[in-house]
């Protein structure tokens, strides 16, 4: 198992789980402040690993008149902000070749999302800056499909990769997550992440927006946990039912201390830790 090393937050072996949190989409400055000072807090306490997430563009929204985040520029310069703020590594979607340069220079992590996990000439071009590469396993793929975009990515001599599962398409506006393909993806050899809150959306199950169903996201957690994940990824907001951006699928911030507990304390067995 290769081990992913982001600063001083380490993925993989038998490390503890590395939490990945933040909100959707980065709405405003202060926001997007708040929520990483009070996460960063919450896992300070529980001896918890933390790389703060947040979306500066969201390209993949269903309707066009949907709130996408504040853009490349800005957006960046507020995670720069909470990565010297706060000392946390900082991720975020890439969605296209011409934002690459960039977001290499500020965040820490790159994130292929799901729906271009397969676009060739984006995954060479994050494997070519040298920066761990997060690609989350497309809805429509097989676990074992992955392995063509892991390829894709070793192809530029990077090896900073870490695999994450956020569900398989089930029908119209459903997701299904097995729980094998953490298993699967894992034999691989590279760090696996399970993206709990995005397993429970609902792709465009609220006309021109995705619903979601957040009720469940603890119950997928802790099954994850238990396979032996290598990270854990939650959106979360502070008023979720008000969120710009997947907030019938986020965490209320409330939430996250007591679940992750739950969490870690799974994770503790299986890892004998």
Known sequence: MKQV?????VFGGDKPLVLIAGPCAIEDELLTLRIAERLKEITEELGCQLVFKASYDKANRTSVTS??????DKGLQILGRV???FNLPVISDVHDVSQVVAAAEVLDILQIPAFLSRQTDLLVAVGETGKPVNLKKGQFLAPWDVEHGIKKIESTGN???LLTERGASFGYNNLVTDMRSLVIMREMGYPVIFDATHSVQLPGGAGGTSSGQRQYVGALSRAAAATG???LFWEVHE???????????SLHLDQVKSMLQQILAIDAIFKKI
């Open 5 to 9: 090393t982001v600063g001083s937050v």
């Open 67 to 72: 709130f996408r985040g504040l853009g490349v």
């Open 83 to 85: 990565k010297n703020e």
């Open 159 to 161: 090896q900073q990769i």
């Open 229 to 231: 994940i290598d990270g």
């Open 239 to 249: 008023n979720p039912d008000q969120a710009l951006c997947d907030g019938p699928n």
